[in-house]
């Protein structure tokens, strides 16, 4: 049978190792994925979707074929700073975008800016003076 100080060691040494394994290590994903600073224009989509979620808002639009494209963007916390909300973008609103590319050719990518009909621009990234 363990003693009262044994198990009190043991269960402060199974706690540690708990908490060790607990505390997450790098999650943040890299841009490695995306055509980085080689931005491209998309005309008259229609936004389908605005999500404004933690680590990173989405943006899901409509070309003029029907192609539904995904675009990854900036924490909405960033976003915020520059001027962004969660009803920045509602559905069926025509909108004009610039996005990097993902390299794997599939629709969507990194989301830079968003020009509404009424002609302002959303930033993602900042302006580089």
Request: glycine share 10%; aromatic share 10%; no cysteine.
């Amino acid at each position: 049978m363990l003693g009262e100080s044994t198990r009190a060691a043991l269960a402060a040494g199974g706690l540690a190792i708990a908490l060790a394994l607990a505390v997450p290590g790098q999650a943040h994903h890299s841009t490695a994925m995306f055509e980085w600073g080689s931005a491209t224009e998309m005309k008259d989509v229609t936004v389908e979707r605005w999500v404004w979620t933690n680590p990173h808002t989405f943006l899901y639009v409509r070309d003029s074929a029907g192609n539904r494209w995904a675009f990854e963007g900036m924490s909405p916390s960033h976003l915020a700073r520059a001027g962004w909300s969660k009803r920045s973008l509602t559905p069926g609103e025509k909108v004009d975008l610039t996005y990097y590319k993902l390299r794997d050719g599939r629709r969507g990518g990194f989301n830079v800016t968003v020009t509404r009909g009424n002609g302002s621009t959303l930033q993602q990234l900042p302006v580089r003076m």
